[in-house]
């Protein structure tokens, strides 16, 4: 099992980020290996490979003009293994925030193989209705 350092998985989020502001999908190949898994939603079905993973990247962004900032943190790091929070504000005619944490998987050499994004909205229900949204404390 290859080992991740909290640095390289930073830069490695950094590159995402790069690839996600870059016109076509050519820079995916960099971060990912060939047969990744990637899941855009903890209960969603993976697109696997690079194939798969371009198309959906093409239908999730508005373009890589699309105008957002992004800041990330890195949580943790076990071995192969790490998770990230982050934190997207995108300019209106979106204008929505999410707050994400990524599960990342690493095979030797640096890219990912295994993706699992956990990704909520700030005007999403939290399903603590009872609490009226916040949890009483």
């Known amino acids: 099992m290859p080992v991740v350092r909290r640095d390289a ?3 490695w989020i950094t590159e995402y980020e790069v690839a996600w502001r870059t016109p076509g999908t050519a820079r995916l190949a960099e ?3 060939p047969d990744v898994s ?12 690079l194939d798969e993973l371009a198309l959906l990247w093409e239908a999730e962004r508005a373009g ?6 992004m800041t990330s943190e890195v949580v943790a790091v076990d071995g192969d293994t790490a998770v ?4 997207v504000d995108y300019s209106p005619p979106d204008g929505r925030s999410w707050r994400d944490l990524w599960i990342v998987r690493f095979a030797s050499g640096g890219r ?12 999403q229900p939290d399903d603590h209705g009872a609490f009226g949204g916040t949890p009483p404390g």
């Open 9 to 11: 998985v930073q830069r």
């Open 31 to 33: 971060l990912f290996t």
């Open 38 to 49: 990637y899941r855009p939603a903890p209960w969603s079905s993976p697109v696997r490979g």
């Open 64 to 69: 890589p003009d699309e105008e957002f900032a």
């Open 84 to 87: 990230v929070r982050v934190h």
């Open 112 to 123: 990912c193989a295994v993706f699992e994004e956990w990704p909520i909205a700030a005007d």
